[in-house]
């Protein structure tokens, strides 16, 4: 089993910069894939972000590409997500996930094992 736990939200200015951590805990947090989704307010589905597999390979979803990336620490068992040119519209929840699933990245909402419990984004105009 892995834990996870989000910080580093906050509210910005559009056109802003912030960086979000994903604290693993576990015996095996290696074992798993690690991604971020969004949630945004008054939306049923979380939407994928960006996720990292294994061996360090990342994947971004196209239309977020050029103002996210994700990166780790193993020493620290830390997954970021960084986000640039902030926009009003990337406003949301950001989550944390691992899943045991082969085949990541990507990671889709359906192969999730764990979530974290979530830190907010706010971004102001």
């Known amino acids: 089993q892995v834990q996870l736990v989000e910080s580093g939200g906050g509210s910005v200015q559009a056109g802003g910069s912030l960086g979000l951590s994903c604290a693993a805990s576990g015996a095996t947090y290696r074992s798993y894939c690690i991604a971020w989704f969004r949630q945004v307010q008054g939306k049923e589905e979380r939407e994928g972000v960006a996720?990292?597999?294994?061996?360090?390979?990342?994947n971004v979803t196209p239309s977020m590409r050029g103002r996210f990336t994700i990166s780790e620490d193993n020493a620290k068992n830390t997954v970021w997500l960084q986000i640039y040119s902030l926009k009003p519209e990337d406003t949301a929840t950001y989550y944390c996930?691992?899943?045991?699933?082969?085949?990541?990245?990507?990671?889709?909402?359906?192969?999730?094992?764990?979530w974290g419990q979530g830190t907010q984004v706010t971004v102001s105009s």
């Open positions: 996720s990292i597999g294994r061996d360090g390979t990342t």
């Open positions: 996930a691992a899943s045991r699933v082969s085949a990541c990245p990507p990671m889709y909402l359906d192969q999730v094992n764990y």
